[in-house]
């Protein structure tokens, strides 16, 4: 029943050092989205993917790339994690983009320690 | 510029108790969408409702319902004889129409945190 997925759901990296969360789904979307949520804060949007086209935020850091290889599959590649990107790492799905027709389905998040 | 507020925090509420749950939002656009989702503390954020602007019916779905008034920008949520599975954050947010790309982001509200207590 699974629809968005991610993995892992506890990631532990060292300041510096390149990490990749994944996200997976299974329900066929156009969309996938990665957003970034600090502790008692609103999720926000880094980027997101109309299919192949590649969407970023304006004030997302350099630092955080995606990739999208396929439909079913997106990943968030942090390139030197610092203390400030401690948080947890959402992945939403929408069938399309069109303005808010169409909610997004969440994945249970990443939550991404920095030591 | 588009803006969701939700002025409480935090609430605590005995269980079967009613409560309801603030959203106040800015946009200028006359086209937009709100949702509610709520985060259970497992982390995955659930959808509940989405409301297009040119529909200011209130919707009841069980034991939740929602408020929605253009006249106040309002949008608010009310759980009826809450119950402790309803402890979770709950999100307001907003999607404006962006006629050039179809596309704005979800802006969201800072969240109220419900705790239910047996």
């Known amino acids: 029943d699974a629809m968005v997925i991610q993995n892992p759901r506890y990631q532990v990296t060292q300041f510096g050092k390149p990490v990749t969360l994944s996200c997976s789904q299974t329900l066929n979307h156009n969309v996938m989205y990665w957003y970034q949520q600090k502790s008692s804060q609103a999720p926000k949007l880094l980027f997101h993917?109309?299919?192949?086209?590649?969407?970023n935020e304006a004030d997302t850091p350099d630092n955080f790339q995606s990739r999208r290889p396929n439909t079913s599959f997106c990943f968030l590649d942090i390139r030197s994690p610092g203390l400030g990107d401690a948080a947890m790492y959402l992945c939403?799905?929408?069938?399309?983009?069109?303005?808010?027709?169409?909610?997004?389905?969440f994945g249970p998040g990443t939550r991404l320690t920095v030591t | 510029a588009q803006k969701v507020t939700q002025a409480q925090t935090e609430i605590s509420v005995v269980e079967k108790e009613d409560v309801t749950l603030d959203c106040v939002y800015e946009t200028r656009d006359t086209t937009y969408y709100l949702f509610w989702y709520k985060q259970p503390p497992s982390g995955e954020l659930v959808f509940l409702i989405r409301?297009?602007?040119?529909?200011?019916q209130n919707e009841i779905s069980g034991r939740y319902s929602w408020n929605f008034q253009k006249s106040t920008s309002s949008f608010n949520f009310t759980i009826t004889a809450s119950q402790v599975v309803d402890s979770a954050v709950y999100f307001c947010?907003?999607?404006?129409?962006?006629?050039?790309?179809?596309?704005?982001?979800?802006?969201f509200g800072k969240g109220t945190r419900l705790s239910v207590i047996a």
């Open positions: 409301r297009n602007s040119f529909d200011e």
């Open positions: 947010a907003l999607s404006e129409v962006n006629p050039n790309s179809g596309n704005t982001p979800l802006v």
């Open positions: 939403a799905t929408s069938r399309d983009r069109t303005g808010g027709r169409h909610e997004q389905y």
């Open positions: 993917y109309y299919d192949k086209d590649f969407n």
